[in-house]
């Protein structure tokens, strides 16, 4: 079955640290990718997204890219802020059935000043 | 909108008792899924609701879980006969039929058997 792989936490940051949060994937077909952020005390939020091979999701600064090649989908930040201290999940959604959502483990990321 | 909203936030109960679980999606939202997520993984799919129709149920899903959807808008998620490993987060989350790839997700419901 599908399948998403991605580094074990906690990462600590220090403020305006480059981030890398490295995923890979296994799934038949095209999934879509997906890049959830669970904020201490609040549900999960979609962060970013990228449907097809090649595709670049960004938001908030943070970035993905779609590599079909490596099956990979590794979540970068240039400069990280304390505010960015949340668990993030990478995840993957089927290219059919009903779109339920596959997730990693999720990395913990602590910023500290 | 307000958003998916779930009841109760908390909530602990005895091994062998029944609890219930509601949610409600985002009003237009005719796609709704329930996730459960123990302490260090990430949320596992239990089973998914496409009006009121339960079109998917996961292996996770015993027989002592039942999830309903009548009318196509609030869920109700029971467990019978509450077992410690049942202890988890559950989560809510919907989405609308014509953005299927975009689900929004609940603050979920933590659940502690003792």
């Known amino acids: 079955g599908d399948s998403v792989t991605q580094m074990e936490g906690p990462v600590t940051l220090s403020e305006e640290a480059f981030l890398t949060i490295n995923c890979t994937y296994t799934a038949t077909g095209y999934p879509s990718l997906f890049w959830y952020v669970q904020y201490p005390g609040e549900g999960l939020q979609l962060l970013l997204k990228?449907?097809?091979?090649?595709d670049k999701g960004s938001n908030k600064g943070f970035e993905a890219t779609y590599r079909k090649e490596t099956t990979s989908f590794h979540l970068e930040k240039g400069s990280v802020q304390v505010s960015d201290s949340a668990v993030y999940f990478c995840a993957l959604t089927d290219s059919g059935g009903y779109q339920k959502v596959t997730f990693g483990i999720g990395t913990k990321l602590q910023v500290i000043p | 909108d307000t958003g998916v909203s779930q009841n109760p936030r908390h909530k602990i109960t005895k091994r062998g008792q029944n609890v219930t679980f509601r949610c409600d999606p985002i009003s237009e939202h005719n796609r709704l899924y329930w996730y459960r997520q123990t302490l260090g993984q990430g949320p596992e799919f239990l089973t998914y609701f496409q009006n009121e129709a339960q079109l998917e149920k996961s292996r996770l899903l015993s027989d002592r879980f039942s999830a309903e959807r009548p009318k196509g808008s609030f869920s109700t998620l029971e467990i019978q006969r509450t077992e410690q490993g049942d202890s988890a987060m559950y989560l809510c989350?919907?989405?609308?039929?014509?953005?299927?790839?975009?689900?929004?997700f609940g603050p979920g419901t933590r659940l502690t058997v003792t």
């Open positions: 989350a919907s989405s609308l039929g014509t953005r299927l790839y975009e689900q929004y």
């Open positions: 990228a449907t097809k091979a090649d």
